[in-house]
């Protein structure tokens, strides 16, 4: 191949055309495989952070707790539990409630302690926000952390009252960002809390008996009278 300098210019100015062309191609391409998957041109990753999944969550804490009264516990059960099943992982969560037991169950008690461990924890929300006091929610901070995952930082600012700190650990799937972990104060881990009473269940009273408790917590939810907004 002749240097640069010497080629003949026609030759050049085809080079530098097909090198447009290619670039052109390109571009089409990937503004093809966008439109595939649905994602606008220049769509930040911000839009699809473990952030804005929070900031998701916080949302449908606030319109539940504001219609709290009018839609009644069962109302506030079915407004949350799509938003909670698609940001909470309760497949993982519940897996890990139960630690090194999990690899001990069958298939099937897998599967029944995940769907009772979803069911419970909307529960518990829907059986809290029982009303709105001017309540808030604020994202603090984003950071990685460990094996992956994300720990968004948030608070609960509640009116003439110290706010209430909660964190959520993240992992990123083929969902998105999800909620694997909820710590109470940046320190109480929820799932600790539950691995140690749901251990101490198993011993006692074996699988039939755990599921029977959380069923228990579940139906006293559902009838529990309606109290001051709780979080």
């Known amino acids: 191949m002749l240097p640069r300098a010497s ?8 080079g530098a055309r097909r090198r447009a062309e290619v670039r052109a191609r390109c571009a089409v391409i990937a503004l093809a495989l966008l439109t595939a998957l649905h994602l606008p ?3 930040g990753a911000e839009e699809r952070s473990a952030r804005a999944t929070i900031e998701q969550l916080d ?6 707790m504001k219609s709290a009264e009018k839609l009644g516990y069962a109302g506030r059960f079915a407004k949350l539990e799509p938003v909670l099943t698609k940001v909470f992982d309760f497949a993982a969560m519940a897996r890990l409630s139960v630690g090194g ?6 298939p099937a008690q897998q599967a029944k302690l995940a769907q009772t461990f979803g069911k419970l924890s909307i529960a518990t929300y829907a059986g ?4 709105y006091s001017g309540e808030r929610f604020e994202v603090a901070g984003e950071e990685p952390s460990a094996q992956g995952t994300v ?6 600012v509640i009116p003439e009252k110290e706010p209430v700190l909660l964190d959520y650990r993240l992992r990123p799937g083929p969902d998105g960002w999800r909620v694997i972990d909820v710590f109470m104060n940046g320190t109480v881990s929820e799932l600790a809390l539950r691995r140690s009473e749901y251990s101490a269940v198993l011993d006692r009273d074996g699988f039939d ?8 917590k579940i139906a006293e939810f559902a009838t529990k009278p309606a109290g001051p907004a709780s979080s």
């Not at 720990?151 to 609960?156: I, Y």
């Open 7 to 14: 080629r003949p210019w026609h030759a050049v100015a085809i």
């Open 41 to 43: 041109a220049g769509a």
């Open 59 to 64: 949302a449908a804490y606030v319109d539940v």
């Open 101 to 106: 037991r999990w690899k001990d169950l069958t």
């Open 128 to 131: 809290r926000f029982t009303g």
């Open 151 to 156: 720990l968004v930082r948030t608070r609960v």
């Open 209 to 216: 008996g755990l599921i029977a408790a959380l069923d228990q």
